[in-house]
Structure formats: structure tokens, C-alpha cells
């Protein structure tokens, strides 16, 4: 079975760029969320979708981010403009069922560089 | 707000030795999962729990749900060197959500 698939596994840009992150989740599943990870913060939720509609986006850092989620099997994570404090690896999980204690299922995540 | 505390930070082991490690909250979690994080990759999950004082085993991993619903445990039997990596634990930050609060992670270095 395919995993989650995120595109690009790496993003290097300049600041001011907008950058966008992509993600295809696990067929099926009907949730879907997009993770940030730091040094200095570790794993932090951003935002997650529940049957393509946005649920909880109390973790976007900022309005510069925005997340879309258009169909059941594509989601993305939009920065514009991107600073150098947004580097970090982003990460697109999904779930199945609804069920709170359902475990969430990891893409490898895009390493993303604003220089 | 709820945190999960992860111990050891991190670990140096001989292969073929057994590894323990832990993770506690402040607060109640209904349910506990252990994911491990290979060097660029994504966290993959290992074990999950879903009753207070379950005991479950992947393995040569070994996961316990605590009594208290504080804490929980992960124990690796016969360390090989492919079981480097990050391991968190992680749960449901509040009971019926779907927002994992992630621990703080337990690096893991295997000595051959």
C-alpha cells in the first residue's frame, strides 16, 4: 500500500518567495494534518482536515501560512512570503475513520531552507 | 498545557543490550503511542495503546500503557544497530481530539 507522499523532499528558496508543500494522503483515510518540525520545538500541529474541510488551524503560525485541501487525495501548505525563521521539515499525516485514537500514518516529510 | 517528558534524552548502547525508556505527563492521556524516526524520514509507528495497563508487544518492542494513564514505557529486547533513531511517544492532547501532543523524544545510538 502507498504510504502519504510529499512533494518536494527538499525546498531550498530565497526569502520572499512564496513556497507551497504538497501532500497525497493514505487512500481512505479522512483525516488529514500538517506538522512542523524544529530543533527547538519538535513535532507541532498546524492544521488538520476532516473530509477535506479544515477543522483546527489554531497552529498556524501566521497568516502568511495557509493550508488547502481541494480534494480527498491532495492537500497543500502555502507560505507567502517565506522567512528564514520558516525553515524547517513539514510534515502531511493522515488517519482513517474519524476515530480519535486512530494512530496517524507519516509522509517523509520536505526539509524546506529559506535562506 | 499538557507536555510529554521523554527519558532518557538520549542513549549510547552496545548491541544486543536491552533499552527502556519513558514518558510521562502531567495530565491523563486515554491513549499512548510510540513512533520511531529514522534519519530523514517521518515518524513511523511502532505501538499503540489504549487501555490503562495494556502490555503490548511489536517484536522484540514492548510498550506499556502505565496504571496511572500518566506515563507509559517502551522496551527494546536485543538491540540491533538498524534500531537507531528517534523514538516518541505521542498522544491525543485532549481525550476525543485528533491533536497529538508528541514527547520530546529519546534518541537512540547503538554501539556495534
Known amino acids: 500500500d502507498a504510504g502519504v507522499i510529499q512533494s518536494p523532499r527538499h525546498e531550498v528558496t530565497e526569502m520572499g518567495q512564496e513556497v507551497t508543500l504538497r501532500c497525497k494522503p493514505i487512500?481512505?483515510?479522512?483525516?488529514l494534518f500538517w506538522y512542523r518540525q524544529t530543533m527547538m520545538r519538535g513535532l507541532e500541529l498546524l492544521i488538520y482536515f476532516n473530509n477535506n474541510v479544515p477543522i483546527d488551524d489554531s497552529g498556524m503560525p501566521e497568516d502568511r501560512f495557509s493550508a488547502k485541501m481541494p480534494n480527498a487525495s491532495f492537500s497543500t501548505l502555502k507560505i507567502q512570503p517565506s522567512e528564514p525563521r520558516d525553515s524547517a521539515v513539514y510534515f502531511c499525516?493522515?488517519?482513517?475513520?474519524?476515530?480519535?485514537?486512530?494512530?496517524?500514518?507519516f509522509g517523509d516529510g520536505t526539509r524546506l531552507s529559506i535562506l | 498545557g499538557q507536555q510529554l517528558n521523554q527519558s532518557p534524552q538520549s542513549m549510547f548502547i552496545q548491541e544486543g543490550e536491552d533499552v527502556s525508556m519513558n514518558c510521562t505527563s502531567s495530565s491523563i492521556f486515554n491513549t499512548w503511542l510510540w513512533y520511531k524516526q529514522d534519519p530523514g524520514e517521518g515518524p513511523v509507528l511502532l505501538i499503540a495503546?489504549?487501555?490503562?495497563?495494556e502490555l503490548t508487544s511489536n517484536g522484540r518492542l514492548t510498550a506499556q500503557f502505565g496504571i496511572t494513564r500518566k506515563d507509559s514505557f517502551l522496551n527494546i529486547s536485543a538491540s540491533i544497530p538498524s534500531d537507531v533513531g528517534i523514538y516518541f511517544c505521542?498522544?491525543?492532547?485532549?481525550?476525543?481530539?485528533?491533536?497529538?501532543?508528541f514527547g520530546t523524544g529519546t534518541r537512540l545510538k547503538v554501539l556495534a
Open positions: 487512500s481512505g483515510h479522512d483525516y
Open positions: 499525516a493522515s488517519s482513517q475513520w474519524g476515530v480519535s485514537n486512530q494512530p496517524q500514518h
Open positions: 495503546l489504549y487501555k490503562a495497563g
Open positions: 505521542a498522544g491525543p492532547r485532549t481525550s476525543g481530539t485528533y491533536k497529538y501532543i
